[in-house]
């Protein structure tokens, strides 16, 4: 997994609450068997027209947010399929970071095991987010080390997370590798509980 | 004295196999369900690692998903993206030793409705699949919860999961359903009382007369939807009607094994006075049949009332979503509900394509026809409950009223096989989540239980069933 430390970039502003996994990544483009290639299909139903061409009306399709790579939205932000598609897809269209009031709890998890860093602040941070993200080219810094997110414009805002998705993202930690460490415990277990 | 616990708490610390300060917990997973649209890139890392299955024997996989369920097109199925997927369940099943419910078994199904039916799920058990509704297994006092793609190849490498120790809820539901509603509708007006996000962070333990007097169907009904209101985990003590219908299931305890297993699930409930981080009483007796209204299952009405003025929300925010929900309806605001037409009718998924649901709906749609405006399909859950529901007839009945009788799978509910809704369709269906384009790109989805949905489908508009005529 690629690390994440500290980033930079452009803001897209989804001003939506309760944006699920299936407005993310519609389901007829889960049929995939690998994990990359999903950012095309992103927001699919939103970002096209029944035609297939790009629809004026939806954000990420104004020039200014060309290139975002931080995403600010409503609460409960990925509700609904556990799909880990929805990160995916977010990533390969070049998200690294998602920031809102609240997400849902499969979705946060996912995120995280993708390198991609759910940020929660106050309701009345993002909406001050979203606001500033109307201006073209506005940027924001997301500092995970820190736990603090910033713009060159006097915002400002801390954020928590747990430590050890922490520890995991900033060092892009293969969790898998990390449990194998704790083998005897999980052979432990099975011999106590005869599983 | 040890302090009073919850019956999460209780699963939670029996199967904690690391716990340290400033970490999650590490999990033991005792089941670990498979299906074939959030496992290949799982299995592809364990390859990509070198690394094997640890529990193959607690793995079981099966295809739902993106399976037709017309049975002339389930053995080669069209869709070449589809069948790739389904061929590369099939061949990581093999490749890894893990047993498979492939379309060709008589015990293939959707997930959550072969695991209890098989018996696989079991009262204090842990229970994870790459699938939201595996809150479904938490009827049967299990811990049971859905995870992503990279979370299965974890659970495949090391049959453990990291995870942070959820909060409690207690969801009391008080007093007796009256006759016409049913556990759908206690679900839809939980979620419309706590919101889409009210049990995000906690896992729900179901409690209440009205609980405890619902069958294991209607349980498995209402935690299915636990997710809908953002919880990890929906939960009800196992008890006697817990027990009797696990007894002989196929991988259920046998002999002593069974009475001792039995034994220990007693003391699977909650203690007096075990604390709750949150409590939340509804009051059964106020409860109707509900249908939603908008795109979102805390979108919610009873069947008596009318589509919502967004105006009259309370934040802004609510009032953009609603006023968007409608317009992507096409409802007008203070249209009654019975008054909204359908032209599809959808019976069927992980929430309620069980026997009872079909014998629940049957007994609604005897002695009528389905109305000539609406297109109606009746998708059993199961191999298993095709064939029960066959041996008492209702395919014929289903059939002579003008409902389609289909194969088992997750069919319209979430459109990745051919069943799906056509563009500003409006459907009146069993399933679990009316997102925008969930059934089909522009159709629109409101939820109701089976009951509801077999009198939309005759009487080609909503009603409220509680007034419905039975022909007998």
């Known amino acids: 997994m690629q690390p994440f430390r500290t980033h930079a970039g452009k803001v897209a502003p989804v001003d939506r609450p309760n944006v699920d996994t299936d407005q993310i990544i519609p389901k007829q483009f889960l049929k995939r068997i690998e994990r990359t290639g999903y950012g095309q299909f992103l927001f699919y139903d939103w970002r096209f027209t029944a035609d297939g061409k790009p629809n004026p009306a939806f954000v990420l399709n104004e020039p200014k947010y060309a290139g975002a790579s931080i995403l600010v939205a409503g609460k409960n932000f990925g509700c609904g399929s556990s799909r880990e598609h929805a990160p995916w897809a977010l990533l390969d269209y070049g998200f690294r970071s998602i920031i809102a009031p609240s997400f849902a709890d499969i979705f946060f998890n996912n995120c995280t095991k993708n390198g991609i860093l759910p940020v929660v602040l106050r309701e009345q941070e993002v909406i001050e987010l979203i606001e500033r993200a109307q201006h073209p080219g506005y940027q924001l810094t997301v500092d995970l080390e820190k736990k603090r997110v910033w713009d060159k414009a006097g915002f400002a805002a801390s954020f928590s997370i747990d430590d050890f998705k922490r520890k995991c993202l900033l060092e892009g930690l293969d969790d898998i590798a990390l449990t194998l460490q704790h083998e005897s415990l999980i052979t432990a277990h099975e011999d106590r509980s005869r599983v | ?472």
């Open chain 2, 1 to 472: 004295m040890s302090s009073p616990q919850t019956l999460f708490e209780k699963i939670w610390d029996r199967h904690v196999v690391r716990a340290a300060a400033g970490e999650p917990a590490l999990l033991y997973i005792d089941l670990h369900l498979v299906h074939e649209v959030t496992s290949p890139q799982a299995f592809e890392g364990l390859r990509l690692a070198g690394r094997r299955v640890r529990r193959p024997e607690l793995t079981f996989a099966t295809v739902d998903h993106n399976l037709p369920t017309i049975a002339a097109d389930r053995q080669v199925i069209r869709d070449p993206i589809s069948a790739q997927q389904v061929s590369t369940l099939r061949q990581n099943c093999q490749e890894f030793g893990i047993s498979l419910f492939d379309v060709d078994s008589p015990d293939q199904g959707i997930v959550h409705v072969i695991g209890p039916e098989l018996g696989l799920t079991q009262p204090g058990r842990t229970i994870v699949c790459g699938d939201s509704h595996t809150s479904t297994h938490g009827a049967f006092g299990a811990l049971a919860f859905g995870i992503g793609t990279s979370e299965v190849e974890h659970v495949l490498a090391t049959q453990c999961l990291w995870q942070q120790k959820p909060r409690t809820m207690q969801v009391k539901v008080n007093g007796t359903l009256p006759s016409g509603v049913t556990a759908k509708d206690v679900a839809l007006g939980i979620i419309g009382t706590i919101g889409t996000d009210g049990a995000t962070g906690y896992v729900v333990e179901y409690a209440g007369d009205a609980v405890r007097s619902l069958s294991m169907e209607g349980r498995m009904t209402l935690c299915n939807m636990s997710i809908e209101a953002g919880a990890r985990a929906g939960m009800i003590a196992a008890d006697e009607t817990t027990v009797q219908y696990l007894r002989d299931r196929r991988f259920a305890p046998k002999g002593s094994d069974w009475d001792q297993a039995v034994a220990g699930w007693k003391n699977l409930h909650s203690d007096p006075g075990a604390k709750f981080d949150r409590v939340v009483e509804l009051d059964a007796a106020q409860l109707a049949p509900a249908v939603t209204w908008g795109t979102n299952p805390g979108m919610v009405v009873p069947v008596t009332e009318r589509v919502p003025d967004p105006a009259r929300l309370s934040s802004e925010s609510d009032r953009r979503s609603a006023q968007r929900a409608l317009e992507y309806m096409g409802l007008q605001a203070g249209t009654a509900m019975q008054e909204i037409n359908v032209d599809r009718v959808f019976i069927g998924s992980c929430t309620n394509a069980r026997l009872e649901d079909l014998r629940a709906a049957a007994k609604v749609v005897k002695g009528y026809k389905v109305s000539p405006k609406v297109q109606a399909l009746v998708v059993p859950g199961s191999q298993a409950v095709k064939r029960a529901a066959e041996s008492e007839n209702l395919d014929q009945l289903f059939r002579s009223a003008g409902f389609e009788w289909r194969e088992s799978g997750c069919s319209m509910c979430l459109g990745m096989n051919p069943d799906i809704l056509q563009p500003l369709q409006r459907c009146a269906s069993t399933s679990n989540r009316n997102f925008e384009g969930r059934q089909g790109a522009r159709g629109r989805t409101h939820l109701v239980s089976p009951e509801m949905a077999a009198a939309a489908a005759i009487a080609g508009h909503f009603v409220d069933v509680r007034k419905w005529e039975y022909r007998d």
